[in-house]
């Protein structure tokens, strides 16, 4: 059996493979096993296509009846709205009618996305797109969590699908919140920075100009062990609570943009992710 960084080769039967499986499974090891042998390794992957193709299609199925609610939950909210002269109901019910158009919005892309259908990139000033989610992001906290933001006074300009980049920010804002149940900050900081050349491995950047999105929490922390796996698809530090799909989904759309994602923490100091993604010059 040969042990790469992230993936155990193996060469034997299928019976062997499940009990190498079993084994690492018991002693908590979740490096995924894959055969020694590329055209093994090709028939055991081509073996799942069928199934990926039937979640995206039950995935598009339930962001159509979805958006379907969303549609009904729109309604009701514009109605009220345009009766309400209360300025706090009428605020409520503002709240109510963004927030349903970004969720119709989201299972857009989730059609898009099972049909795939590629998306469409535009001009975006970050500090706009942020400003335009604080009050969804305020509503996604709990009361014992503050939200702050400090935008750099440039403009703040890439060129990205702009529910993309929500995805990226409502991701990064909820993973800060489930890291501080008992309350504390989150602080959201954008930045124009120039980047001479970089490379890990996750990330390798051109050298340019990037405009930086910066999430910091006063969380838990994260275990520098973890760290390196926190990105990885269905990878999550919170049981049975979490999806694992969260920071994967920020780390394929920041990716898919030329960009890169990093996290800087330690378990007590909270956590710092920072997203940089190529600045649009005019």
């Known amino acids: ?35 020694a042998d590329p055209s093994a390794r090709f028939h055991s992957s081509n073996a799942q296509s069928p199934k990926l193709e039937s979640l995206g299609r039950l995935a598009g199925g339930v962001a159509h009846d979805f958006n ?20 706090l109901l009428k605020e409520n019910a503002d709240v109510i009618l963004k927030a349903t158009e970004k969720g119709t919005a989201l299972t857009k892309h989730l059609l898009a996305f ?39 006074h440039r403009p703040c300009k890439v060129k990205i699908d702009p ?13 800060a919140r489930d890291a501080m149940p008992e309350g504390g900050n989150i602080h959201i900081q954008t930045s124009n920075t120039e980047v ?11 050298a340019g100009s990037y405009i930086a ?15 390196e796996k926190i990105f990885e698809p269905f990878f999550s530090t919170k049981g049975t609570n979490g999806t694992g799909l969260g920071l994967s989904t ?6 898919q943009n030329n960009g890169s994602v990093k996290v800087k923490s330690s378990i007590g100091t909270g956590s710092t992710f920072e997203v940089l993604l190529p600045a649009l010059i005019d």
Do not use: W
């Open 1 to 35: 059996m040969e042990i790469d960084e992230k993936v155990l080769y193996y060469n034997g039967t299928p019976e062997e493979y499940s009990e190498i499986k079993l084994a690492l499974s018991r002693a908590g090891i979740q490096t995924p096993i894959l055969p």
């Open 196 to 206: 001479l050349t970089s490379t890990d491995r996750l990330n390798t950047l051109k």
């Open 68 to 87: 379907n609610i969303l549609s009904t939950i729109h309604l009701c909210a514009e109605y009220l709205y345009n009766r309400l002269s209360e300025p």
């Open 250 to 255: 920020v780390f394929g759309i920041v990716k």
């Open 114 to 152: 099972t049909r795939n259908q590629i998306p469409e990139p535009q001009e975006v000033d970050i500090n706009f797109q942020i400003e335009d989610l604080i009050k969804i992001l305020q509503r996604l906290v709990s009361r014992n969590i503050t939200l702050t933001t400090d935008f750099d």
């Open 213 to 227: 999105i910066v999430v910091n929490d006063t969380g838990s922390g994260i275990d520098e062990a973890l760290q």
């Open 163 to 175: 529910v993309s980049l929500e995805q990226v920010i409502i991701n990064l804002v909820i993973n």
